[in-house]
């Protein structure tokens, strides 16, 4: 057949185009503002093991008290989340602001939040609760026209003998099958994730560790292959994804080149501590929004919900904060582009959408109170 231009093409055909990047890309660079949820069975322990604080993330608590896979299973039996309420996670998010949800379908402990056929190892098979809280939050995101994305850690699985990152119950890295978890666990569930639910936002990979790229291209194909508008992140690795992320709480310099979003924790864990009181402040909270927004990137703030399915009490408080900000300031967050100048403002800084700048004074010109 003769090659044709784009401006021969009937719009019919156009329409059916498969949606590039840019296309995947419209919702996300307009919402600007986003709830992550880090929510598992390391919700239970909550930072406490053998009545001892462990140090660092709590949902790391698995890694870094070195709990074996057969006692770490025994927590799930004490999950038992009899107070989540989708539609209540959903209107926290909805009125912080919020236009998408990213939450925990299986992090790095390799735990299923969500009803897995591929293991019995889930919240359905494995906890007293039983039931299938994403698909809850599927229900309550289509009502409230927030969009649900899923955080999936597709190299670390430290339940899993073939992948990576636990070494001290599978230590021989050697008899390791990388290539046979990815086929029998990763793709089958992003299978699950893909077409159990509804349309999904973005899949939000990470710790890509020492996946190939040809490993990486191919989870990426295999997600729009199941969904043509769903975003993979970067952190799927080999700079493949359909944007980029920072570190937590990470603030580049400047206007950056690209795509990003900076994921920040609220305190100082994603997963549920209970010891850890060390709640940032609102003003922190929203200078870190327009901060970011200012540069173009994306902000998309933590929490931990309790092993009860609550999400803290200081947490809530905080994003009503925002909500209420947001209420009144939102058209110069949402939608908006960065700072055109190349400089930033010592009282501040600037948004800017369709001819206008929005300055946001952070302190009154000249140090006046
Ligand atoms: C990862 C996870 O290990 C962690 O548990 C949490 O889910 C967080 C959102 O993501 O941790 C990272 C990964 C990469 C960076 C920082 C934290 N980074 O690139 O700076």
Known sequence: MAKRTRTARKPAEVARKRPGKQDRLKWWREARFGMFIHWGVYAVPAGIWNGK????????IMNRARIPVE???????????????????????????????????????????????????????????GKDPIAAL????????????????????????DAMGNRWDFPD??????????????????HELLTQYGPIGLIWFDTPQRITRAQSLMLKRYVHKLQPKCLVSGRVGHGVGDYDSMGDNMIPAGRVKGEWETPATINDTWGFKARDKNWKSVETLLHLLVDLASKGVNYLLN??????????????????????????????????????????????????????????????????K
């Not at 604080?53 to 790391?60: A, K, N, R, S």
């Not at 229900?139 to 409230?144: G, H, I, L, M, T």
């Not at 890295?173 to 992003?190: H, N, R, S």
């Open 138 to 161: 599927a229900k309550a995101c289509r009502k409230a026209g927030i969009k649900l994305c899923f955080y999936y850690s597709q190299s670390q699985d430290w339940h899993d003998p």
């Open 71 to 129: 006692e770490y299973a025994k927590l799930a039996k004490k999950l038992n989340p009899v107070k989540f309420n989708a539609t209540e996670w959903v209107r926290i998010a909805k009125r912080a602001g919020m236009k998408y949800i990213v939450i925990t379908s299986k992090h790095h402990d390799g735990f299923a939040m969500y009803d897995s056929k591929v293991s019995d190892y889930d919240i359905v098979d494995a906890t007293p609760w």
């Open 303 to 368: 929490v931990g919900p309790t092993r009860l399915g609550v999400i803290p009490p200081p947490s809530v408080k905080r994003l009503d904060e925002i909500g209420k900000w947001l209420k009144v300031n939102g058209e110069a967050i949402r939608g908006t582009g960065p700072n055109p100048f190349p400089y930033e403002l010592d009282w501040g800084r600037i948004t800017q959408k369709r001819g206008k700048l929005y300055l946001h004074f952070m302190k009154w010109p000249g140090g006046k």
């Open 173 to 190: 890295e050697e008899k390791k099958d990388f290539a046979k978890y990815i086929e029998e666990k990763v793709k089958p569930q992003l």
């Open 53 to 60: 604080d462990v140090p660092g993330i709590g949902e790391w």
